[in-house]
């Protein structure tokens, strides 16, 4: 067992959490459902008195009791961890092709952070705009048009820093180029190079007039 009740931080949430949510309630306000669950849910993980599976060898008889985790996915170190170690082999071995892949990371104003966390559809309809300004940049790097070639992305939305800051930001796994038929009618991968600083300054200059101009049709 891990045991969540000697690190430094579910020490930290279980002294000062109860304090901080009856501080709330003496004021009249209280935090959102979902963060109150995330924070006692949290209290939970890999605690034995709040459930466990015993599990039993067939062949020694040697038995070990599980603790149940949160399966959150704000900021439990078990769960978290546990999840982008599974996130990250069924990209590797099951979602990506063989090629090279780049990590596009794109950060926002702190106005943009707080209006995309405050209406949470909006996410969707930037990533749109975001991925097809860089396919689209990737398209032609390779000397292809969006009629003759194609590529691809998994993104990871991330609400929080490191410091457990609001920070509403994309991770993108690109791929590192595009697909696109040659003469036999076969699928090839063409890779393309590095973005220059020059080439990277035009695409933040391109998405924030394309966002600017989302926000702004729908009046935000």
């Not at 170190?77 to 082999?89: H, L, Q």
């Amino acid at each position: 067992r891990h045991q969540p009740e000697k690190t430094l931080l579910y020490q930290l949430v279980q002294e000062h959490y109860p304090v901080f949510k009856s501080s709330l309630e003496g004021q009249g306000q209280s935090l959102p459902r979902y963060v109150q669950r995330e924070f006692e849910d949290f209290l939970q993980c890999g605690r034995l008195e709040y459930g466990f599976l015993r599990v039993r060898c067939e062949d020694c008889h040697h038995e070990r009791l599980v603790a149940f985790s949160c399966k959150r996915r704000g900021f439990c170190p078990s769960c978290g961890a546990r999840r982008m170690a599974e996130s990250a082999a069924l990209l590797v071995d099951e979602v990506f092709p063989k090629v090279p892949i780049r990590q596009w990371v794109l950060s926002f104003p702190f106005q943009l952070r707080f209006l995309l966390a405050r209406h949470p559809e909006l996410m969707g309809k930037v990533l749109g705009i975001v991925y097809r300004t860089v396919s689209t940049h990737l398209i032609r790097q390779a000397g292809f048009t969006k009629a003759t070639a194609q590529t691809g992305a998994v993104t990871l939305i991330q609400r929080f820093g490191s410091a457990l800051n609001l920070n509403v930001h994309y991770h993108m796994l690109f791929l590192d180029g595009v697909y696109a038929e040659d003469t036999y009618g076969q699928r090839r991968f063409h890779r393309v190079k590095a973005p220059t600083q020059h080439e990277l300054n035009a695409l933040v200059n391109t998405l924030s007039h394309r966002v600017a101009r989302c926000l702004e049709k729908r009046g935000l």
